[in-house]
């Protein structure tokens, strides 16, 4: 498959996944602003905080480091192997559950069991649950490989769908369940999510299709781990390179998830704070989960596939190097408008959107605060994002192994940050320290793609400068609906409030349309890319 086809197929993906985080961002929020008038804030902040991190760290410590080595381009992979080294993720998540379900229930606090009942409960299903989706890995990983772009986008949203509506009707018909409620429903989660993605195969398997692909299995049993003593076994270039990524992923869960791992081992905020934290925080994330990462996710496997891992631009091929480099530029440029936008219009908003969705308990005190710092920290990670995606993709092995020592800084440095900034502006230095942590993050990917680039003729970097008419366009919108919130917003009854969003409407479609005419050769991207549906090969 040639980098053009790649590329299409990874925009293809990449647009399907940002339908299904927009899906199950709108889902998520409509359970949260319902569960908020029928469970406590408590509650929501150890399912949405405590128990979900016990959940996301197992999973990410289990898989991660897998993934990335597994997806990496090789002409010469072998599938047996590869799927052999992919089941040892299973094994590798039950010793985490096990080891960090015991840390949940002995070592850190226990909520009151009479105003918090079957916190155990709870526990040990979040860590199940993540032991079941760990079981779907080695489909999960061949079919990210093929780019088999519908798979993810069914199996999520079947998945998502079923869990919000189970949630929903054991709410409303049995709320003093409390966190069983929550436990029984990530459990048919990532039940429904493994099962999708096996029916799926066994029904493809053998398939006119899967022949004219040239799939590399043919019937399920392939699939399962076939144990051998002989050296073999394993591809063990992948192995190692698993290795590096795998000592990193326990410095990146704790960049990703910092500060509820301060929240949760350090109790820099209650229960109840940390679930109104939560709320504005994934409020505050909203694009950057729709939009930045299923950019990062699709993209990582185009670089993956198209740079040979280690090797420097004169020893690529030229029409590869030519195509990462124009579509690196064109990533930057995008995601870095988008964040401009959002910090452009998100100051105005920010106590609207609060007011909106959680009425007074979100849009007074620390919040409309918190969800403006959001906003700068939202284009922080969207530059991240891309700038990584392509900087992990491309890396040797030494590299990664080097990068190492750097991710322990960055942890110490944000770790530090995270609690002596809480306790001085609360809540509201969590996001300052992300951002900090973000900026280095980003200098340190800025500093290798420059060195990768450099003596060649191509400057993906200058995709992070937008044109003058933008900045201009940009500056205006946040100067208009600043004076927009002060004179119409928020006190003032729905006209008022109306008339403010009719004026961020007005201006937002203004910087849109300079954007589309000033940005000719990002407007031919995203419309070649994302727009234009791919045409059917003719058999």
């Known amino acids: 498959m040639g980098s053009q086809d790649v590329l299409t197929d990874t925009t293809k993906l990449a647009s399907y996944s940002m339908i299904l985080q927009i899906m199950f961002r709108i889902l998520t929020f409509g359970l949260n602003a319902f569960t908020l008038r029928y469970i406590s804030k408590e509650i929501i ?14 999973v990410f410590l289990a898989r991660e480091a897998f993934r990335r080595a597994c997806l990496s381009h090789s002409s ?27 840390v949940w229930l002995r070592i850190l606090e226990v909520p009151d069991l009479e105003e918090i009942p079957h916190y155990g409960t709870g526990v040990l299903a979040f860590g199940f649950s993540a032991v079941v989706e760990l079981l779907s890995e080695p489909f999960w990983v061949l079919a990210q490989a093929h780019l088999f772009v519908r798979l993810k986008v069914i199996a999520e949203s079947l998945a998502i769908i079923i869990r919000c509506s189970l949630t929903v009707i054991l709410i409303l018909l049995c709320p003093h369940w409390g966190l069983v409620i929550f436990s ?17 195969f066994a029904r493809y398997l053998g398939s006119q299709e899967a022949e004219k692909k040239y799939f590399p299995i043919r019937r399920m049993t392939e699939f399962l781990p076939q144990w051998s003593t002989a050296k073999n076994f394993l591809d063990w270039t992948q192995a190692r390179l698993a290795l590096s ?35 504005v925080n994934n409020l505050g994330s909203l694009v950057a989960r729709f939009i930045f990462l299923p950019i990062e996710e699709s993209f990582y496997v185009f670089f993956a596939k198209v740079l040979e891992r280690g090797k420097d631009v004169k020893n690529q091929r030229k029409d590869d190097i030519s195509t990462a480099s124009e579509v690196l530029e064109s990533l930057l440029k995008l995601v870095t408008l988008i964040g401009l936008i959002i910090v452009a ?21 620390t919040g409309p605060m918190l969800l403006r710092c959001y906003c700068l920290y939202v284009l922080l990670l969207a530059i991240n994002g891309v700038t990584e995606c ?51 993050r980003i200098s340190h990917s800025l500093l290798y793609i420059r060195r990768y680039y450099q003596g060649s003729m191509y400057q993906p970097l200058t995709g992070l400068l937008p044109s003058l008419p933008v900045i201009c366009v940009l500056s205006f919108s946040a100067a208009v609906t600043v ?8 006190d003032k009854g729905w006209l008022y409030r109306l008339g403010h969003i009719l004026v961020g409407a007005f201006t937002l479609v203004l910087t849109l349309c300079v954007t589309v005419l000033s940005e000719h050769r990002l407007t031919s991207f995203v419309r070649s890319h994302f727009l234009t549906r791919r045409p059917k090969k003719k058999a």
């Open 184 to 200: 029984v429903a990530q459990v048919l989660y990532t039940s429904v999510l493994s099962l999708c993605y096996v029916l799926y």
């Open 390 to 440: 392509f900087t992990f993709a491309s890396m040797s092995k030494e590299a990664v192994d080097r990068y190492n020592y750097v991710m322990l800084g960055l942890s110490l440095t944000f770790l530090s940050l995270s609690y002596y900034m809480t306790l001085w502006l609360g809540s509201i230095g969590f996001i300052l320290a992300n951002c900090f942590n973000m900026c280095l």
């Open 45 to 58: 902040g150890i399912v949405n905080v405590r128990l979900t991190l016990l959940y996301t760290t197992v």
């Open 245 to 279: 990524f795998f000592k990193q992923s326990f410095l990146k869960q704790i960049l990703t998830e910092g500060e509820r791992y301060v929240m949760t081992f350090l109790n820099v905020l209650s229960f109840g704070d940390q679930g109104v934290y939560d709320i």
């Open 76 to 102: 010469q992979q072998n599938w047996r192997r590869t799927i052999n080294l992919i089941w040892l993720a299973v094994p590798l998540g039950i010793c985490w559950s096990l080891i960090l379900g015991w």
């Open 483 to 490: 004076y927009s919130e002060v004179a119409l917003c928020c």
């Open 345 to 365: 219009f998100g100051y105005a908003y920010s106590q609207l959107a609060l007011d909106m969705y959680g009425g007074s308990m979100l849009s007074h005190g």
